[in-house]
C-alpha cells in the first residue's frame, strides 16, 4: 500500500485541495513574470549572466546589492551624481572589487548641469534645462554636476556591451536613452530598465509610450513590468509609475527555440 492511500482521505481531500490553490497562485508552476525581476531572467534566458550591469541613479546602492546578490560574478557600475549620496554609497558597497562608483550624470549629450536636491535623495533629479530642454530653474537647492553620455562612458571605461541597464532618474530616463543611442544601434545592451509614466497626469517620468517608441524604433521589446505603483499622491487605483523592462531583438533571438520575428536574423 503506498503511503499516500494510508492518509485518511479526509486529510488527502485537504492536501489536495492546497495543492489546487497553490498552483492557482503559480508557486508550484512557477512565479509570474513581473514579480521578481532575476528569477524572470532565469527561467526565459536560461544560463544567462549580465556581461556589466549598470545602475545609473544608483541613489544608496540597493539595486546594486540585489544584483550583486543574485548575478555574483556580474561587474556592476553605479551612477550617482549627488556628492553626499555618493559618499553613502562608497561606505556600503566601496570596498567591492566588483563594484564602481562614478559620480557623473548621464544626459542626452555632455556638459555641464545642476542636480535639484528636492526631497528625499531618491528624488534628486538633474535640471532638464542641463540638456537643452526648455524650463525654469527649479527654487530648491542645486548642486553642480558634470554631465555625459553613457556612450562616452563606456568607451572612457573600454566597455563594449552592456548586459542589464537600468535607469532611474526622475524623469530623465528618455535622455541617458538618447546618449547612449550608439549602444542601442548596435544592440550593445541587453536588456533596460526604465521608469515610466503610466498616465498624462504624471508629470514626473517619461510616459511610457515616448519610452516604448524609442526602444522599439532600436529594436527592444517589452519583457516585463515591475514595481506598478498607484497614484499615491492623490489615493487613486490607476498606475501612476512602473519600472519597464525591454530586451534586445539580440537577445531574443539567442534564446527563441524558433524565429520570434519571422524575419531573417
Given at each position: 500500500?503506498?503511503?499516500?492511500?494510508?492518509?485518511?482521505?479526509?486529510?488527502?481531500?485537504?492536501?489536495?485541495?492546497?495543492?489546487?490553490?497553490?498552483?492557482?497562485?503559480?508557486?508550484?508552476?512557477?512565479?509570474?513574470?513581473?514579480?521578481?525581476?532575476p528569477?524572470?531572467?532565469?527561467?526565459?534566458f536560461?544560463?544567462?549572466?549580465?556581461?556589466?550591469?549598470?545602475?545609473?541613479?544608483?541613489?544608496?546602492?540597493?539595486?546594486?546589492?540585489?544584483?550583486?546578490?543574485?548575478?555574483?560574478e556580474?561587474?556592476?557600475?553605479?551612477?550617482?551624481?549627488?556628492?553626499?549620496?555618493?559618499?553613502?554609497?562608497?561606505?556600503?558597497?566601496?570596498?567591492?572589487?566588483?563594484?564602481?562608483?562614478?559620480?557623473?550624470?548621464?544626459?542626452?549629450?555632455?556638459?555641464?548641469?545642476?542636480?535639484?536636491?528636492?526631497?528625499?535623495?531618491?528624488?534628486?533629479?538633474?535640471?532638464?534645462?542641463s540638456?537643452?530642454?526648455?524650463?525654469?530653474?527649479?527654487?530648491?537647492p542645486?548642486?553642480?554636476?558634470?554631465?555625459?553620455?553613457?556612450?562616452?562612458?563606456?568607451?572612457?571605461?573600454?566597455?563594449?556591451?552592456?548586459?542589464y541597464?537600468?535607469?532611474?532618474?526622475?524623469?530623465?530616463?528618455?535622455?541617458?536613452?538618447?546618449?547612449?543611442?550608439?549602444?542601442?544601434?548596435?544592440?550593445?545592451?541587453?536588456?533596460?530598465?526604465?521608469?515610466?509614466?503610466?498616465?498624462?497626469?504624471?508629470r514626473?517620468?517619461?510616459?511610457?509610450?515616448?519610452?516604448?517608441?524609442?526602444?522599439?524604433?532600436?529594436?527592444?521589446?517589452?519583457?516585463?513590468?515591475?514595481?506598478?505603483?498607484?497614484?499615491?499622491p492623490?489615493?487613486?487605483?490607476?498606475?501612476?509609475?512602473?519600472?519597464?523592462?525591454?530586451?534586445?531583438?539580440?537577445?531574443?533571438?539567442?534564446?527563441?527555440?524558433?524565429?520570434?520575428?519571422?524575419l531573417?536574423p
Open positions: 500500500m503506498s503511503l499516500l492511500r494510508r492518509v485518511p482521505s479526509a486529510l488527502r481531500h485537504r492536501l489536495g485541495r492546497l495543492a489546487r490553490w497553490l498552483r492557482s497562485l503559480r508557486l508550484v508552476a512557477g512565479v509570474p513574470r513581473g514579480w521578481r525581476m528569477h524572470d531572467l532565469r527561467h526565459a536560461p544560463g544567462y549572466a549580465p556581461p556589466v550591469v549598470f545602475d545609473v541613479g544608483a541613489n544608496v546602492g540597493d539595486f546594486a546589492a540585489a544584483m550583486r546578490r543574485h548575478f555574483p556580474s561587474p556592476i557600475v553605479c551612477v550617482e551624481p549627488v556628492a553626499a549620496t555618493a559618499e553613502r554609497l562608497r561606505r556600503r558597497h566601496g570596498l567591492d572589487s566588483r563594484v564602481s562608483i562614478v559620480r557623473v550624470a548621464l544626459g542626452a549629450r555632455p556638459g555641464q548641469g545642476h542636480m535639484v536636491l528636492a526631497g528625499s535623495a531618491d528624488m534628486h533629479y538633474l535640471d532638464p534645462t540638456n537643452g530642454s526648455p524650463g525654469h530653474r527649479s527654487i530648491d542645486t548642486e553642480p554636476v558634470v554631465v555625459t553620455t553613457l556612450d562616452a562612458l563606456c568607451a572612457r571605461q573600454c566597455i563594449d556591451h552592456v548586459g541597464l537600468k535607469i532611474d532618474t526622475e524623469g530623465g530616463d528618455l535622455d541617458v536613452l538618447h546618449g547612449a543611442a550608439g549602444l542601442f544601434d548596435a544592440q550593445r545592451v541587453d536588456l533596460v530598465e526604465v521608469e515610466a509614466g503610466m498616465n498624462p497626469l504624471n514626473r517620468h517619461v510616459p511610457f509610450e515616448a519610452l516604448k517608441a524609442w526602444l522599439e524604433a532600436h529594436r527592444y521589446f517589452v519583457f516585463a513590468l515591475y514595481e506598478q505603483t498607484p497614484e499615491w492623490s489615493g487613486a487605483p490607476h498606475l501612476r509609475r512602473a519600472n519597464v523592462v525591454f530586451a534586445s531583438e539580440a537577445l531574443i533571438r539567442r534564446h527563441a527555440k524558433r524565429d520570434p520575428f519571422g531573417p
